[in-house]
């Protein structure tokens, strides 16, 4: 049995939520083309469904990696997200990661009251049958909320695909440690967040997956491509992303200019352009190629690279010069 790439230095890409559906298949496609390691698709409430986006991008394309991030447990019962996630590891083995969280609180709100008294206990209980369930073994005893005991799967992977947590705080990174292969990190993450979550995970050598919003300018001095990213940092700053601002050397300063600013946009807008560089992957190619590099060093093994703006597609030929040995 063998597991799905799990080199270090990977780079993959997201598939946009908002991408219109009859450029989705050809985006991931293009993706492959152009040598991007993973694509990863989006599950959020209003938009479309994960699974449904990982089978049609497996079944339209030949060898990258799909991940799926990410599934929120309070809305999936464990027994059929693990079926799911299972056929799509048998029909595509060893080309499938699944990342699972407790989802956005509001939005499980409105799915019928789905967010739990304890996110963690829900994830811990969640993580540990879903990957029991994958490795055909019986669901675990009963729990707080997860009840499956006994439950067993059938049809079992090949390659049993590996389970990453998409969560942010300390708390919850450690737990990520004791109960997944890894983490994946949806939100700007800088080398040295990078660095603290692994050190919270306590688990070297475990998957780390960043999600980085990214911008690459190949003909210019990399400006645009920074002014580029900056609406994608209008959320940075809230009270949930302490954890991302005490590892940066301007955290300070960073949180007293947010604390005066009328809103996230405006944040993100006016913020000096060396926060902006540090907190994405921008510039020219080379710039781009740097902070890959930076992410990979602090032991991110996927730097998954968020593009911007109205043109995905040509927003993908321009990130993809940011790949190790393009121009």
């Not at 599950?43 to 030949?62: F, H, M, N, Y």
């Not at 409105?110 to 049958?129: D, N």
């Not at 737990?175 to 050190?199: F, I, K, N, R, T």
């Not at 300018?217 to 005490?246: F, K, M, N, Q």
């Amino acid at each position: 049995m063998t597991s799905p790439d799990s080199r270090p230095g990977r780079v993959g890409v997201l598939l946009p939520r908002d991408l219109p559906v009859q450029q989705l298949l050809r985006y991931a496609r293009r993706a492959e083309e152009l040598g991007f390691d993973e694509l990863w698709v989006v599950e959020d409430l209003g938009w479309r469904g994960g699974i449904a986006q990982a089978a049609s991008v497996l079944a339209a394309t030949g060898g990258i990696t799909v991940g799926l991030g990410i599934l929120p447990a309070g809305a999936r019962n464990v027994c059929f997200a693990a079926m799911e996630l299972a056929t799509l590891a048998q029909l595509h083995p060893g080309r499938l990661t699944a990342g699972i969280g407790h989802g956005m609180r509001e939005w499980m709100d409105q799915a019928g009251g789905a967010w739990p008294a304890s996110p963690l206990t829900l994830l811990s209980e969640y993580t540990t049958a879903l990957r029991a369930l994958l490795r055909g073994e019986p669901g675990p005893a009963d729990g707080r909320y997860v009840r499956c005991a006994g439950a067993r799967l059938t049809e079992i992977p090949e390659v049993v695909p590996p389970v990453v947590l998409g969560v942010r705080g300390p708390r919850s990174q450690a737990l990520a440690g004791q109960v997944a292969d890894g983490l994946l990190l949806a939100e700007p993450a800088a080398p040295g967040y990078v660095a603290a979550s692994l050190e919270r995970l306590g688990r070297p050598g475990a998957e780390v997956i960043t999600y980085d919003v990214a911008a690459v300018d190949p003909d210019g001095d990399g400006t645009a491509a920074v002014e580029r990213v900056r609406p994608g940092l209008s959320a940075i700053g809230e009270p949930d992303w302490a954890p991302h601002l005490e590892p940066l050397p301007f955290a300070a300063e960073f949180r007293a200019r947010r604390a005066a600013s009328a809103d996230g946009e405006e944040f993100a807008r006016t913020m000096p352009a060396e926060w902006v560089r540090a907190l994405t992957v921008s510039g020219t190619p080379e710039q781009a190629r740097a902070a890959i590099a930076g992410r990979h060093a602090a032991g991110a093994t996927c730097v998954v690279l968020t593009p911007v703006g109205s043109d995905r597609l040509g927003e993908l030929e321009s990130l993809a010069r940011a790949l190790p040995g393009k121009d």
